[in-house]
């Protein structure tokens, strides 16, 4: 007879892993994947297989230098590539994605101490890398193209156009929003895909309900105040469907290792990335805001984590004066 | 009564492991056969040891006292079949605590056995006449008769049972939860015995001054509410059916869920003026008052993939594991742990010389396919441990202060509140022992206080 021993409990849920997150976030993330690849072609296949693989890659050769048991089994890492991929315009030169990569994952994670360490989400961190390093390779013009394969990609992008009240006008309407007929970064044009999958993850308890929720109520509200003093051009729904505000909210923003632990934490930070996109989109250079929002929100939630110590029910224990 | 329709009740989070009752919900109770041998340990309850009262090579009956009380909280320990002492022994329990056992080899002749131990047992007429029974000396005797929490804690009873007037009891709760998977013991006693566990229960409330009895009982048992309702006819006892989910028999989920009352933490339910008590416990109480029996034997189930004959049985204090198993025709190959208790709080055991305590509620066997084989990751920081701690705890941060020795984060997050009932390691994706790590946590910061 070989009887282990262990601590309780001695059950644990078999459907819940580390790696089965991961793998949740990225079935979550097909309809999205597939609208990308119908609106931009092989580009966005292109992309992503870059992406995936420069992660995979830094990761692997990172913990084998730094003496760490080397697998990409866990799947975070090919997730950073899939997330960084679907938030990069579809004419990024390639040299992009791979320095974006490495970057996401050398100084966004593996510095830190690898998976769970790290504060900063890595796809973002490699994200405003490449943002900062190749401006002008990545600037509005990136996304328009005249002689594009799709009509779509020959449009300035929605939150582009909004900025301006002469070419307001040329923003596309709700349905085109929707199925993501319209120009944008690789992943964040279908609003209809990206819920799709999020509720999914919501639903899975993969992802906290409370960050989209906080995003979404955060920038809706400040949204149609700044709509009502006449400080943006388009409504606070055009807002909320235009640009990556969706595909940060539920994709980018629920990342569990750079989001706080505890519910009110969660709420709190989600509600305060999307006053930060409003506040970004409307007041700064900037016509998207999501990157900026989810990296500033990122380096308060240790305190986040701190404020919103719950009270255990029954309240806090008594300590005894002389124990 | 319509219970089909009855509100359901519950308290805020916790887990749904799997429920796995299939393998003994339908196996009445037996009497275990009188084991050759029993190994009563004079510490099975929580509080201090009990002291030997009789000398090595006495003859004993069943029933016959052989250790005294070692304090308040504490309890008599009795000889659970009739034969002669042996020498002291000292065994290791599943807790990891060592104790000092009594060992009696059985005599051939055996007052208490077979059909007329079940019958006694759990048979015949429960009816009581509370008039002709002094409240206050309830707590005494149970006191004498050595009864403790059967629930797996073996809180002493005669602590629960005492009045008190400053702090008066208003409502006495009977725990037929059972919320652990596995274990039957207390579904199978509810079903065969329900008279037994109202007589337990008016009796608690005549010794407490309880105005309100409620019998709470999880809604993955309907048939046990149902022989409870019958045996209740239009007596003033209530039945409360709880939605099933873990933990709804602890104390604290218990008297929130049936309640709304906050136990304080570092406290009791009497705290809030209410006494929780276990089905079983009740059941004894019975027995002790209508059958003059003290605790000397228990319903203890033996389940799991891994035994090959899923059992209720009852069993003698001190009987050891080996005993029941092979009884139960034993183990399987595939065998991967022996808890005794449920899967959720009960402790792995290698020894199967270890004898059946008052606590113990259960002999799980799990097989391979039951543990997740998985490494432990690093901690993701989902916050799903937060997500489904019923006290509203912090474990990720509990038990990374636990590794970093850090004492005053683990006093900031409330170490002393955790019930240990696991709700967070069940759940926790990167599969890190929590709970582990936690009790880990309550040593260190006890030792910084020294
Ligand atoms: S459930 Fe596990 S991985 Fe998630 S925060 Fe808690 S300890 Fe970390
Ligand atoms: S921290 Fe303690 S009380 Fe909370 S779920 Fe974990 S074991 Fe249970």
Not at chain 2, 15 to 33: G, N, R, T, Y
Not at chain 2, 400 to 418: F, G, P
Request: proline share 7%; glycine share 10%.
């Amino acid at each position: 007879m070989n009887v282990s021993v262990a601590s309780s409990p001695h059950f644990s849920n078999m459907k819940q892993g580390t790696r089965q997150m991961m793998v949740d976030v990225i079935l979550a993330l097909i309809p999205t994947i597939a609208v990308s690849v119908w609106i931009f072609g092989w580009y966005s296949i292109l992309h992503i297989g870059i992406c995936v693989l420069t992660c995979s890659l830094t990761e692997l050769v990172w913990k084998k230098l730094a003496g760490m048991p080397a697998s990409v089994s866990d799947a975070s890492g090919p997730l950073t590539g899939v997330i960084l991929a679907l938030s990069l315009p579809w004419s990024a030169p390639i040299y992009v994605s791979v320095l974006g990569s490495i970057f996401a994952i050398a100084i966004g994670k593996m510095i830190f101490g690898g998976l769970g360490m790290n504060l900063f989400n890595p796809a973002m961190v490699g994200r405003a890398f490449v943002m900062l390093s190749f401006a002008g390779a990545l600037g509005a013009s990136a996304y328009v193209y005249d002689g594009a394969p799709a009509d779509a990609l020959t449009q300035a992008t929605p939150l582009t156009v909004a900025r301006d009240v002469a070419t307001a006008q040329e923003f596309p309407g709700l349905w085109p929003l929707l199925i993501g007929k319209t120009n944008g970064s690789l992943g964040e044009t279908s609003s209809l895909a990206i819920l799709l999958g999020g509720i999914f993850l919501c639903v899975r308890r993969t992802a906290a309900w409370q960050i989209p929720t906080g995003v979404v109520l955060g920038a809706v509200i400040p949204a149609a105040f700044f709509e009502l003093l006449g400080f943006t051009a388009i409504t606070a729904f055009d807002h909320l469907f235009a640009g990556s505000l969706l595909f940060g909210a539920f994709f980018i923003a629920t990342d569990p290792v750079s989001s706080p632990i505890t519910p009110k934490g969660k709420w709190i930070f989600g509600v305060g990335i999307g006053i930060l996109i409003m506040i970004l989109r409307t007041f700064s250079s900037y016509p998207e805001g999501v990157m900026f929002a989810v990296l500033l929100m990122n380096s308060v939630v240790p305190l986040l984590n701190r404020w919103t110590i719950p009270t255990p029910v029954g309240g806090s224990f008594p300590e005894k004066p002389n124990a | 009564m319509q219970l089909k329709n009855l509100p359901r009740f519950t308290f805020k989070k916790g887990i749904h492991p799997p429920e796995c009752k299939s393998f003994s919900e339908h196996q009445a109770i037996e009497v275990l056969p009188t084991p050759d041998i029993v190994r009563i340990p004079l510490l099975q309850h929580i509080g201090a040891p009990s002291k030997v009262s009789i000398k090595p090579r006495a003859e004993v009956a069943v029933g016959d006292k052989i250790a005294d009380s070692g304090g308040f909280i504490s309890a008599p320990v009795h000889a659970s079949v009739s034969g002669k002492t042996a020498r002291e022994g000292v065994i290791t329990l599943p807790n990891g605590r060592r104790v000092t056992t009594v060992p009696i080899k059985a005599s051939e002749e055996q007052p208490l056995e077979g059909d007329t131990l079940k019958e006694a047992f759990l048979g015949g007429d429960w009816s009581i006449n509370l008039d002709e029974i002094d409240p206050t000396s309830l707590s005494t005797a149970c006191s004498e008769a050595g009864i403790v929490g059967m629930g797996g804690a073996a809180f002493p009873t005669h602590v629960k049972l005492m009045r008190n007037e400053e702090r008066p009891v208003t409502d006495l709760l009977i725990n037929g939860c059972e919320c652990e998977p596995f274990l039957t013991a207390d579904h199978r006693l509810m079903l065969e015995s329900p008279a037994s566990i109202l007589a337990g229960a008016k009796l608690a409330a005549h010794a407490t001054g309880a105005e309100n009895i409620t019998i709470c009982i999880e809604e993955n048992k309907m048939d046990a509410v149902q022989a409870l309702a019958d045996a209740i006819g239009d007596e003033n006892i209530q039945i409360k059916v709880m939605l099933s989910k873990y933990p709804q028999g602890g104390e604290k989920s218990l008297v929130m869920a049936a309640l709304g009352k906050a136990v304080p933490t570092g406290g009791l339910p009497l705290d809030v003026g209410v006494v929780v008590m276990n089905v079983g416990t009740a059941s004894s109480l019975a027995r002790m008052v209508l059958r003059q029996m003290p605790l000397t034997h228990r319903i203890v189930t033996v389940t799991g993939a891994g035994i090959e004959n899923p059992k209720n049985l009852i069993v003698p204090i001190g009987t050891p594991f080996q005993t029941v198993i092979d009884y139960c025709g034993g183990i399987k190959d595939n065998v991967s742990r022996i808890i005794a208790g449920g899967p959720m709080m009960g402790f792995s055991v290698t020894d199967l010389e270890i004898p059946v305590t008052k606590g113990t509620s259960g002999i799980t066997v799990l097989t391979h396919d039951d543990i997740k084989q998985a490494n432990t990751t690093a901690c993701v920081r989902c916050g799903m441990c937060v997500d489904t701690c019923p006290l509203d705890l912090v474990p990720t941060k509990l038990a990374l202060a636990a590794r970093h020795k850090s004492i005053d984060t683990l006093k900031q997050y409330s170490v002393d509140a955790c019930m240990e009932c696991g709700c967070c390691a069940y759940q926790c994706p990167a599969n890190i022992p929590l709970v582990q790590l936690i009790r880990t946590g309550k040593i260190l910061k006890k030792m910084s206080n020294n």
